[in-house]
């Protein structure tokens, strides 16, 4: 696998690290560390002007890469490459520098705002939740504190849509190939107004639909050993999450949107407030040509 991982240098940037590490070490994967940086004026000004302020972006870029290639060897990265590309714009940067190389999947941390151990979504993650071609990993706030040795369980965010489908072949490939249990979760938002025997029915549908996703014969063949479904039922997303287990070395997969363009990452409302509720690693899938 080759990973792309966009380094800042703040705490995000030093958990994105921690994440690719955690990929490297169970996909046997290469890691390029990634600095965007600005572009020079497009527009000719005063030639001293212009020459002081490229040898500045220069030195910056430079500065910039001795950080990321210090950082990658403090995780263990020692055989990773640090690059640069130019962009205005660190998600789109990022997206380019993944097109134009050899890349399976970009890793992120969370913007600086967020909690400890969840997901704030910052206009990086935004850009790349909105636009990328690879699959986008996200690392937790303070991920890199205490990273597990190597990847133990996928749970996929499952919601019986055709660009999930697609998605969730996907995840049992993934599963199976790297040897670890599944789990299809659906979270399923409670209202007070709601009877109780509506509710039992509704949450029993979708226990169904959730045996019924990996019973296919088209996933027969794939599906990994220890394969287990949950409807979460709570008011909120952040609730329904707290409500199961998550095991050291999770990561949480979802599919994009049937709404986004094919083939690019597009996350819908729910997946996004799961996104941030969830106390681990999430992976977004690009929507499938199939899909």
Request: some cysteine.
């Amino acid at each position: 696998m080759n990973i792309v991982t966009g380094f800042v240098p703040d705490s995000g940037g030093h958990d994105a690290l921690a994440l690719a590490g955690v990929f490297a070490r169970t996909l046997d994967g290469h890691v390029r560390v990634a600095v965007v940086r600005p572009a020079a004026w497009e527009t000719p000004g005063p030639g001293k002007a212009d020459a002081e302020w490229r040898a500045y972006l220069q030195s910056r870029e430079s500065a910039a890469l001795s950080m990321a290639e210090k950082a990658a060897r403090e995780a263990g990265l020692d055989e990773a490459e640090a690059v640069s590309t130019v962009h205005r714009s660190a998600g789109l940067g990022l997206n380019r520098l993944s097109a134009q190389e050899t890349c399976d999947l970009i890793v992120i941390g969370s913007a600086p705002h967020g909690p400890a151990g969840r997901i704030a979504v910052g206009s990086t993650a935004d850009q790349l939740l909105h636009s990328s071609h690879t699959p986008v990993c996200l690392a937790p706030q303070g991920y890199a504190a205490d990273p597990p040795a190597a990847l133990d369980r996928i749970t996929f965010g499952y919601d019986k849509s055709p660009a999930c489908e697609d998605a969730l072949l996907l995840a049992i490939r993934a599963a199976g190939t790297l040897q670890l249990p599944l789990r299809l979760i659906t979270v399923l938002p409670t209202a007070p107004q709601v009877p109780d025997d509506v509710l039992e029915q509704v949450r029993a549908r979708h226990e169904h639909a959730l045996r019924a996703a990996v019973r296919s014969p088209r996933r027969t063949a794939a599906l990994p050993r220890g394969v287990t479904t949950e409807v979460l039922t709570a008011p909120d997303a952040s609730e329904a999450l707290a409500r199961t287990d998550w095991t050291p070395g999770e990561l949480l997969v979802c599919g994009s949107s049937s709404a986004g363009p094919l083939r690019r990452v597009f996350v819908g409302d729910m997946s996004l407030k799961v996104l941030r509720a969830a106390p681990c690693p999430v992976v977004v899938l690009p929507r499938a040509a199939t899909g």
